[in-house]
């Protein structure tokens, strides 16, 4: 049962939750650690909260999850985990999370200051999206996208670091980006097979997507380069040679795609970066080039 409890929280997408950190290493403060604990804290917070939204989801989709050739497996749809339970892991994720925040809260006032506020936030729009907004196309995915952008608010928050509209914005159309490559997967088993991973996906078809997800690529690497060329950012940071940064950006954007519409595994983007040796080679040089550019 203990191993089916652990497949439930889905700790694996706990990565995405590193997305917290970022305001600490753009704000130059990665290696203090009056700034690096309480962001430690945001993070744990928001992968507890994640696992509590990930249980209730797994209930939600249960039925729709028995027809997947892939979902099946899940806990909850295999009958590993009763629903009941689910349920209970869902509040008790929940719980821990609130009382955490609270925890550092009695540290620090900085912060309680809107961090509760982002967490009950986070936290109710996935009920919302889990129980509802999921069915609707576009939305759907916009909601997946602002989950992303209330990360960075956290670490934000967390640390006391104002946030640049660029960060806000590149994060909100990376996450769209990859939500959409998502939304792909699902339209591919449905046109193979007949099955409907969610009602939303019949609003989707190749056609659109493969023009969305072309867009918004173009729409980020251009995006991304004029941050790297702003005067204002290369001021701050005292560096004009940030746009060498762009090359990583640029081969793992179009990595991306290559595994979208070429080799059709798109289905996970934790996948892609924990087993696709390029993407992390990608990740690994521009935030190796990036440090050395801030810190040193």
């Given at each position: 049962?203990?191993?089916?409890?652990?497949k439930l929280m889905r700790p694996q997408q706990w990565l995405k939750n590193t997305f917290v950190f970022m305001p600490l290493f753009f704000g130059r403060h990665?290696?203090?650690?009056?700034?690096?604990?309480?962001?430690?804290?945001?993070?744990?917070?928001?992968?507890?909260?994640?696992?509590?939204?990930?249980?209730?989801?797994d209930v939600c989709d249960a039925e729709a999850d028995r027809q997947h050739p892939v979902k099946c497996r899940r806990p909850v749809a295999s009958g590993a985990?009763?629903?009941?339970?689910?349920?209970?892991?869902?509040?008790?994720?929940?719980?821990?999370?609130?009382?955490?925040?609270?925890?550092?809260?009695?540290?620090?006032?900085?912060?309680?200051?809107?961090?509760?506020?982002?967490?009950?936030?986070?936290?109710?729009?996935?009920?919302?999206?889990?129980?509802?907004?999921?069915?609707?196309?576009?939305?759907?995915?916009?909601?997946?996208?602002?989950?992303?952008?209330?990360?960075?608010?956290?670490?934000?928050?967390?640390?006391?670091?104002?946030?640049?509209?660029?960060?806000?914005?590149?994060?909100?159309?990376?996450?769209?980006?990859?939500?959409?490559?998502?939304?792909?997967?699902?339209?591919?088993?449905?046109?193979?097979?007949?099955?409907?991973?969610?009602?939303?996906?019949?609003?989707?078809?190749?056609?659109?997507?493969?023009?969305?997800?072309?867009?918004?690529?173009?729409?980020?690497?251009?995006?991304?380069?004029?941050?790297?060329?702003?005067?204002?950012?290369?001021?701050?940071?005292?560096?004009?040679?940030?746009?060498?940064?762009?090359?990583?950006?640029?081969?793992?954007i179009l990595r991306y795609m290559q595994l979208t519409l070429v080799d059709q595994q798109s289905g996970s983007p934790t996948k892609a970066l924990l087993h696709?040796?390029?993407?992390?080679?990608?990740?690994?040089?521009?935030?190796?080039?990036?440090?050395?550019?801030?810190?040193?």
């Amino acid at each position: 049962m203990s191993k089916h409890i652990i497949k439930l929280m889905r700790p694996q997408q706990w990565l995405k939750n590193t997305f917290v950190f970022m305001p600490l290493f753009f704000g130059r403060h990665a290696t203090e650690w009056s700034y690096v604990w309480p962001c430690l804290l945001a993070c744990l917070a928001f992968c507890l909260a994640a696992s509590g939204v990930y249980c209730l989801n797994d209930v939600c989709d249960a039925e729709a999850d028995r027809q997947h050739p892939v979902k099946c497996r899940r806990p909850v749809a295999s009958g590993a985990v009763s629903r009941r339970m689910a349920y209970a892991m869902m509040a008790v994720m929940w719980m821990a999370a609130l009382a955490l925040v609270g925890l550092g809260c009695l540290y620090s006032d900085d912060i309680g200051k809107g961090l509760s506020a982002t967490l009950l936030l986070y936290i109710a729009m996935n009920v919302a999206y889990c129980v509802w907004l999921k069915q609707i196309a576009l939305l759907d995915v916009f909601i997946i996208s602002t989950g992303f952008v209330l990360r960075i608010v956290a670490g934000g928050l967390a640390t006391g670091i104002a946030l640049s509209h660029w960060i806000v914005l590149i994060t909100f159309l990376l996450a769209l980006f990859l939500a959409l490559a998502k939304r792909r997967d699902d339209v591919v088993i449905y046109e193979t097979s007949g099955i409907k991973a969610r009602k939303s996906v019949e609003r989707y078809n190749m056609d659109f997507l493969r023009s969305a997800i072309g867009v918004l690529a173009s729409v980020i690497i251009m995006c991304y380069m004029l941050y790297t060329v702003s005067d204002d950012v290369t001021e701050r940071i005292g560096n004009h040679y940030l746009y060498a940064t762009s090359f990583f950006v640029l081969a793992g954007i179009l990595r991306y795609m290559q595994l979208t519409l070429v080799d059709q595994q798109s289905g996970s983007p934790t996948k892609a970066l924990l087993h696709d040796h390029f993407i992390q080679a990608c990740v690994g040089g521009w935030i190796a080039t990036f440090a050395v550019i801030l810190y040193l």
